[in-house]
């Protein structure tokens, strides 16, 4: 698990696998940095944008996936129980509420 905190909200707890995914997202592709690291608040909203850029890119990807099959005459396909819009909101509220409260999010610590 991972675990997101700061001294604004409450933490926000991933998964192993949906963490490493929202940190490589975030740009934390080293083990170092995915192991333990900060956002400052001056980086919060470019965090922010590269949330919402993967989230419209998975929506768009599924959306496309689906009318692929439609034309094709096939069933939809089934996707993954959790989106990552749903597994990114918490962060995204937080990384809001943080940056403009002034204070970093940490993991890992």
């Known amino acids: 698990m991972i675990k997101f905190r700061s001294r604004v909200t409450g933490d926000v ?4 696998a949906s963490g490493l995914q929202i940190l490589q997202i975030l740009g934390k592709n080293d083990p170092v940095s995915q192991q333990k690291g900060i956002v400052l ?3 919060m909203p470019a965090a922010i944008s590269a949330l919402q850029r993967a989230v419209a ?3 768009k990807t599924r959306a ?5 099959a439609q034309a094709n ?5 089934r996707f993954e129980g959790v989106t990552l819009r ?5 962060l995204i509220e937080m ?5 403009a409260a002034d204070k970093e999010v940490v993991w890992g610590v």
Do not use: S, V
Not at 13 to 16: A, K
Not at 64 to 68: K, N, T, Y
Not at 86 to 90: H, K, L, M, N
């Open 95 to 99: 990384f809001k509420r943080c940056h």
């Open 64 to 68: 496309d996936l689906i009318a692929q």
């Open 73 to 77: 005459g096939e069933p939809a396909p």
């Open 41 to 43: 608040p001056a980086d």
């Open 13 to 16: 707890i991933l998964l192993q």
């Open 57 to 59: 890119e998975e929506e």
């Open 86 to 90: 749903q597994r990114t909101a918490p």
